[in-house]
């Protein structure tokens, strides 16, 4: 069994259309990623080349409908956000920042000006786009952040500086989120406004094959036709958190389902004892327990997206398949390391790639902390984090 998913038929409960959209992303992958990804990893570099290629395939944005995006259904996506993890989880955070966050906040929140001037070009893969919530003090709770947008006039002013960025060093426009007199604004502010600078943070030891950055705004002066017209308070810019999230918990899978096919091949081939050590139960029962964890997630991961499909799905839904699928897929990528023993350190082989990776995605888009108290207050309706 080459595909672990194999175990319970997972792709029986799909249709023609999905798998041929995820055979698709797969293939391209296979081509164009694999075979440099882990020297990408190793010299910290993002093929920023590759964003139009990704543009053509189709996967920016490609669960919105309009301006050139592709208008698939939510099950579609995640299962594009599933290669492009297991090919490495920088991909499919460019991904989900590009189409999640940086896209959908246009799309959702933004004017028709707007959705015309930038969502054509971020889906082709022509400008590149980054959303600007986290702060250096203010993760987990944004409704602290101290950036702040003042009124001049016709004008805005806007200073601060946001943290941890996806992006953020080589993207065209930033949605950037901000405090007023009348509370949380998103704006637009696009690359070169005098004012807005960024700096990439480097020294990672997770997401090396992905850009993370600081941006700082000083005085940076926009107009109104900047601001998201429709992003009223924090709820705009946790809505597209929960667009980033549903990508993320199809995305874990990805990640987990690719250690254990490389755990797999390696035990077929690592002889000891005269004997590959796959016929040993101990290995086995790894690879057991790990299949059966991960079968788990996917079907986590397909049913939430049947709900998304149905516009049903809730924000302790999400929360509930982000803390599971990633706590489950950083498990298995450290399991499956103690299979390929003292060759599992090195980037000849994906789980320990894989497992440094997942800890970024253990963090953002909400701690395992916060979604753990948000499934909490679903079950209790005490807040416990306020």
Excluded at 1 to 23: F, G, V
Excluded at 74 to 86: I, K, N, P, R, T
Excluded at 156 to 176: E, F, H, P, Q
Excluded at 187 to 198: E, N, Q, S, Y
Aim: net charge negative; aromatic share 8%.
């Amino acid at each position: 069994m080459k595909d672990p998913l194999d175990l319970l038929d997972l792709s029986s409960t799909l249709t023609e259309e999905e798998r041929e959209i995820q055979a698709t992303v797969a293939r391209f992958l296979a081509d164009r990623v694999r075979p440099h990804i882990a020297e990408w990893f190793e010299n910290a570099h993002f093929a920023r080349e590759l964003a139009p290629e990704l543009g053509k395939l189709g996967v920016l944005g490609m669960h919105l409908e309009g301006y050139g995006c592709a208008g698939t259904n939510a099950v579609s996506y995640g299962l594009a956000c599933l290669e492009l993890e297991a090919a490495d989880s920088g991909f499919r955070s460019f991904v989900s920042v590009q189409g999640s966050l940086s896209m959908f906040s246009i799309w959702k929140w933004g004017s028709e000006e707007q959705k015309q001037e930038w969502l054509p070009r971020l889906a082709a893969g022509e400008a590149i786009g980054c959303f600007g919530l986290t702060e250096p003090d203010f993760g987990s709770n944004p409704s602290g952040m101290r950036t702040r947008a003042v009124r001049d006039g016709d004008d805005w002013i806007l200073n601060g500086s946001k943290m941890w960025i996806t992006n953020g060093g080589i993207a065209d426009v930033a949605t950037v989120w901000a405090q007023t007199e009348d509370g949380v604004r998103g704006f637009l502010v696009p690359r070169g406004t005098p004012g807005f600078t960024t700096q990439d943070i480097k020294q990672k030891m997770s997401l090396r094959a992905s850009i993370t950055s600081e941006l700082y705004f000083d005085n940076v002066r926009l107009p109104d036709s900047a601001r998201l017209p429709l992003a009223e308070g924090l709820r705009g810019p946790l809505s597209c958190l929960n667009e980033a999230r549903f990508g993320i918990l199809f995305g874990a899978v990805g990640a987990a389902r690719d250690c254990i096919q490389t755990a797999i091949e390696y035990a077929d081939s690592r002889v000891q004892f005269d004997k590959p050590i796959s016929a040993f139960q101990l290995t086995q029962k790894k690879l057991a327990d790990m299949s059966v964890s991960l079968s788990s997630a996917a079907l986590i991961a397909v049913h939430l997206g049947r709900l998304k499909d149905q516009h049903r799905i809730r924000p302790e839904q999400i929360s509930v398949g982000k803390l599971n699928n990633v706590r489950e897929a950083i498990a298995i990528a450290r399991e499956c390391r103690t299979v390929l023993g003292a060759n599992g350190i090195s980037l000849e082989y994906s789980p320990l790639r894989h497992a440094n990776n997942l800890e970024s995605v253990l963090t953002y888009e909400g701690t395992s902390e916060m979604h753990t108290l948000v499934v909490g207050q679903a079950l209790t309706g005490q807040p416990a984090f306020r």
